[in-house]
Every structure is written in C-alpha cells, then in structure tokens.
C-alpha cells in the first residue's frame, strides 16, 4: 500500500509564490503517473498538472499553464508543485495522486489515480 502525505500549504498574498510537497512511503513506488488536483470549496477535484515517473513529461491544466510546475525526484520519492503568481481563484485543497495500475480513463479524471494523499490547504489572499 502506498502512502501520500502532502506538504507545504499555507496563506499567502496575490502574486506571491509557494512549493508544495508529496511524499509517497510504503510498498515500492514506481506509479504510471503523478498528478495533483485541487478542490474548492462547493466545487469538484479539478486536474491541476501531472507528470510521468520515469520520463517526467508534463502536462498543466489551462488554468495554471505558465505559473505551476511539476516536478519529481524519483530518488526521494517525491513530488513537487510550484505555484508562482498565485491568485485568488487558486485558493483550494490541493491533493497529490499517483496512478499505481493500468488504466484507460483520462489524465485528468480522478478515477484514474488510485493512491491519494490527504490534502493540504492553499490560500491565496486579495
């Protein structure tokens, strides 16, 4: 079983910059992919950005293209988001997720991932 545990959230002004963190421990962790999401309050987990393990291809949602990137470090079984340029509409529950198994469903759907890790608060103030 594969733990995620996110890291790095916190309130931060319009235009500001943070780094978020997720740690994946347990059973060896080598995903198909590695993904964040977020969730506003009232709204659905959106696709935020992913990244392939072993190639690190990116892809970012419109919404977040130029100012977010993924990264990972495959020795530290970590993932990355940083967040530059930060606006209020970024404001959200931000969750890291990997993608363990084979599986046909797109990118960006939720159910793709099969390991989540528990969220961690972003707030970006006007």
């Known amino acids: 079983q594969v733990q995620l545990v996110e890291s790095g959230g916190g309130l931060v002004q319009a235009g500001g910059s943070l780094r978020l963190s997720c740690a994946a421990s347990?059973?060896?962790?080598?995903?198909?992919?590695v993904s964040w999401f977020r969730q506003a309050p009232g709204k659905e987990r959106e696709f935020v950005a992913s990244s392939t393990w072993d190639t690190g291809t990116t892809t970012y949602s419109d919404s977040v293209k130029g100012r977010f990137t993924i990264s990972r470090d495959t020795a530290k079984n970590t993932v990355y988001l940083q967040m530059n340029t930060l606006e209020p509409e970024d404001t959200a529950v931000y969750y890291c997720?990997?993608?363990?198994?084979?599986?046909?469903?797109?990118?960006?759907?939720?159910?793709?991932?099969?390991?989540w890790g528990q969220g961690t608060q972003v707030t970006v103030s006007s």
């Open positions: 997720a990997a993608q363990n198994r084979p599986t046909a469903a797109p990118l960006t759907a939720t159910r793709r991932y099969d390991s």
């Open positions: 347990g059973r060896t962790f080598s995903p198909y992919i």
